[in-house]
Each structure stands twice: as structure tokens, then as C-alpha cells.
């Protein structure tokens, strides 16, 4: 059983210290670390749609960077 309690929790110690790209790829991690039900989960618990939660999970499991190298 998924607890959107801890989940909610979890993302709102987080919250004050990301971007929305940062809660974005925060929200797919957490979905990801779930498994199965874990994006309609995060979706429930933490008040992003299931499609944002699924893009983010594309964009982390791209690799890709889109800000560009960092020094």
C-alpha cells in the first residue's frame, strides 16, 4: 500500500527549495522509486498532473540536460 502521506511530506520538505523544473523531476523520482501506481500516487499526494509526473519521468530517464554543462 502507497502512503501519499509520506509522499506528501517527503515533497514538502523539498518544496521551498526547488524550481518547478526541480518539483517536477522531484515529483517523477519519487513515481519512479514507487513503481507501479507511483505516478497516480505522487499525482494524488502532491497535486501535479499524472501527465507532468510522466514527462518528468521521460526527461530523467533521457539523461538529457537542457540547461547545458555546468562549471
Known sequence: ??????IRIRYQQAYKFLDERG??????????????????????AVGLARSTIRRAIVELQSGANPIGPRV
Open 1 to 6: 500500500m502507497i502512503d501519499l502521506d509520506d
Open 23 to 44: 518539483r517536477r523531476l522531484s515529483a517523477a523520482n519519487e513515481a519512479l522509486a514507487l513503481g507501479h501506481g507511483g505516478v497516480t500516487a505522487t499525482s494524488a
